[in-house]
């Protein structure tokens, strides 16, 4: 039987993607720091934490025990924060880099001795990765780029290894995810010292930016696809919203100005 492992298992796009591959042919490997609500024939939960490489590497010795070879890594966990640059917490700061950064780096790099010639790394990251950052979204920004400059850049080495890396690049999907960044927007509008009719403006864009949601089972699709693609793209764009599109089209100095425009307007 083929198999997978995949981080994040227990969200939402993780549980769809463990869904579409155990019903058809694939075991999975789960590992996340909570379990999941549901039980998923043909697949087995490890509890994770990806921010421990010991934690990983526990994981890793109890999948090789039961398996020679996997087919495919996919990095689906990530949290999403929003705030201002210079009033989030330095925890905060790190914290984000540490999850939905190093976390990759982690698995990655323990679990590549597993990954079957040809075998798949399977990253999700966002569509704001090329763009330039909204206020106040900069840091959830800042480390979706940084993902795919990791991305890309394995895909470089591990070419020559015989190894493909593929980048599925979504907009908005209904997941838990979308729910925090509602309730971090709220927060932030609350608490912020420095932004207080900035943010509450703010709010209203990435209101109308979230409103047209796919849901996580077209992610889930998505990576079974590429997973038995023989010959797969490295970026999978997915549900990319065309005002974000048109915004960053515009020269920076444009964007800044009407940005600043809605902001501030009365």
């Given at each position: 039987m083929?198999?997978?492992?995949?981080?994040?298992?227990?969200?939402?796009?993780?549980l769809?993607?463990?869904?579409?591959?155990?019903?058809?042919g694939y075991?999975?490997y789960?590992?996340?720091?909570k379990?999941?609500?549901e039980?998923?024939?043909?697949?087995?939960?490890?509890?994770?934490?990806?921010c421990?490489?010991?934690?990983?590497?526990k994981a890793?010795?109890?999948i090789?025990?039961?398996?020679?070879e996997?087919?495919?890594?996919?990095?689906m966990?990530g949290i999403?924060?929003?705030?201002?640059?210079?009033?989030?917490?330095?925890?905060d700061f790190?914290?984000?880099?540490?999850?939905?950064?190093?976390?990759?780096?982690?698995?990655?790099?323990i679990?590549?001795?597993?990954?079957k010639?040809k075998?798949?790394?399977?990253?999700v990251?966002?569509?704001?990765?090329?763009?330039?950052?909204?206020p106040f979204?900069?840091?959830y920004?800042?480390?979706?780029?940084?993902i795919?400059?990791?991305?890309?850049?394995l895909?470089?080495?591990?070419?020559?290894l015989?190894?493909q890396?593929?980048v599925i690049?979504?907009?908005?999907?209904s997941t838990?995810?979308?729910?925090?960044?509602?309730?971090?927007?709220d927060?932030?509008?609350?608490?912020?010292?420095?932004?207080?009719?900035?943010?509450?403006?703010?709010?209203?864009?990435?209101d109308n930016v979230?409103?047209?949601?796919?849901?996580?089972?077209?992610?889930?699709?998505?990576?079974?696809?590429?997973?038995?693609?023989?010959?797969?793209?490295?970026i999978?764009?997915?549900n990319?919203n065309?005002?974000?599109?048109?915004?960053n089209?515009?020269?920076h100095?444009?964007?800044?100005?009407?940005?600043?425009?809605i902001?501030?307007?009365?």
């Open positions: 083929k198999a997978i492992v995949l981080s994040g298992f227990s969200g939402g796009m993780g769809e993607t463990a869904k579409k591959f155990a019903s058809n075991f999975v789960g590992l996340d720091i379990a999941p609500k039980i998923i024939e043909n697949s087995k939960y490890i509890n994770t934490n990806l421990d490489l010991e934690s990983i590497k890793f010795d109890v090789k025990s039961e398996v020679n996997i087919d495919a890594i996919i990095s966990a999403y924060d929003l705030n201002s640059l210079i009033e989030m917490k330095e925890e790190i914290r984000i880099f540490d999850i939905n950064v190093f976390s990759i780096y982690r698995l990655n790099k679990f590549l001795p597993l990954l010639k075998g798949k790394i399977i990253t990251s966002s569509e704001l990765a090329p763009l330039d950052p909204l979204t900069g840091l920004g800042i480390t979706k780029s940084t795919e400059k990791y991305a890309y850049s895909r470089m080495e591990l070419q020559l015989d190894y890396v593929v690049r979504p907009g908005a999907v838990t995810l979308l729910d925090v960044s509602t309730s971090k927007l927060k932030f509008t609350q608490e912020t010292e420095l932004y207080g009719y900035n943010a509450e403006r703010f709010k209203k864009i990435v979230e409103s047209k949601k796919i849901p996580p089972s077209k992610i889930a699709n998505l990576a079974y696809k590429i997973a038995n693609k023989k010959k797969p793209k490295y999978y764009k997915i990319r065309p005002l974000l599109i048109l915004l089209i515009l020269p100095r444009f964007q800044n100005w009407i940005i600043k425009k902001l501030l307007s009365k």
